[in-house]
């Protein structure tokens, strides 16, 4: 059953506002910044407009699904159809970025929480400080940007008590674009955990690693070679972490579905006892030449997933995109929904499961 579209003009309009500062670069803290006072409590007041959920999830429940904030476009009724359909589809809208948008009351994340009880979803929030894709640093990690960064978060989980946070994306792969930021950042990882858990000992708390690479597979799209002896599996046991959390993408090593080894997932389990979870996970849609795809294999990919995984007990799991997004090849085709679709085969398997 479809759930209701209508939301208050009020939160219309603070979408639309959230979707100018998405696009704002992230800024380093004032030279005069100053430790956060936490708010004691969240009621609407105006420094303060946004209530956690009043009832917490029932941890009774099998593996949570979700996807991305990733609608068709930012205008009204795109963003609302977004919300509508992933609701429908799963139990989770995840939102990654920097750090410093948890300081902005008016950006993504709070709108993600402006509208939970709305569409009956729980937000799931990835931060850190620096580029995925790059390695770059948003910031210096310095005593006082540490401080900056630890304040926010801190401030997060004491009005939110979010039941996970995330904190640092794809690092095994940072490892390699900035391997002196990789550096700096595993014991400061180790301090924004220790941070939440005296803030809120029952937020579970993570890092996120890239399944391929953490296997040794680099052939396929990457464009270098499968090896296992290459594999950095021991990098799980540095880390203070409530669970195993990878993103995962084997259409960038696999042709086909019917090519990805059935132990592909459950070999995990060789090097962690702790529960696993996934923050990402696709397979393009579009044609690439010599490594052609489709519609149908998207859905079979997930067919296959669901199958390789059924004895893991994953406790969530999240399709990248629930829409197309504008992104280099071949991301741009792993939406569950191409541009103006309200359903498709993907989307069905997907959710159908």
């Not at 926010?152 to 904190?167: D, K, M, Q, R, W």
Request: contains cysteine.
């Amino acid at each position: 059953m479809l759930k209701r579209l209508a939301v208050p003009v009020l939160v219309i309009i603070i979408l639309i506002v959230a979707v100018a500062l998405m696009s704002r670069d992230p800024e380093a803290p004032p030279d005069d910044y100053h430790e956060i006072d936490t708010p004691t409590e969240t009621t609407g007041s105006p420094e303060t407009p946004f209530e956690p959920a009043e009832e917490p999830v029932d941890e009774s429940v099998g593996t949570q699904r979700g996807v991305s904030l990733s609608p068709e476009a930012y205008s009204t009724d795109e963003f609302l159809r977004f919300f509508q359909i992933a609701s429908d589809s799963g139990d989770f809208i995840s939102w990654v970025g920097d750090v410093a948008n948890l300081e902005n009351l008016d950006s993504a994340p709070y709108v993600l929480y402006n509208v939970q009880n709305q569409f009956e979803f729980e937000p799931m929030i990835i931060t850190g400080y620096f580029s995925q894709a790059t390695g770059e640093l948003h910031r210096e990690l310095n005593e006082t940007n540490k401080q900056y960064m630890i304040d926010i978060i801190v401030s997060y989980v004491t009005n939110y008590e979010p039941e996970y946070l995330g904190f640092g994306v794809e690092i095994n792969t940072f490892a390699k674009t900035n391997p002196e930021g990789y550096a700096e950042f595993a014991p400061f990882y180790d301090e924004v955990y220790v941070a939440v858990k005296e803030a809120c000992p029952s937020t579970k708390v993570f890092t996120v690693f890239q399944l391929e690479q953490m296997k040794g597979l680099d052939g396929g799209l990457f464009g270098g070679v499968n090896d296992p002896e290459q594999s950095t599996w021991e990098t799980l046991d540095d880390f203070k972490t409530d669970l195993a959390v990878f993103t995962t993408y084997p259409c960038l090593i696999y042709g086909d579905p019917s090519d990805i080894p059935f132990d592909y997932y459950t070999e995990i389990t060789e090097y962690t006892s702790k529960p696993i979870a996934f923050t990402e996970m696709g397979w393009y849609r579009e044609d690439i030449t010599g490594w052609e795809s489709s519609v149908e294999e998207q859905a079979e990919f997930i067919e296959f997933y669901f199958n390789a995984t059924v004895d893991l007990e994953v406790e969530f799991e999240t399709w990248s995109f629930l829409y197309d997004q504008d992104t280099f090849v071949p991301f741009k085709s792993m939406g569950l929904l191409q541009i103006g679709e309200t359903t498709s085969d993907a989307l069905d398997a997907w959710t159908n499961r």
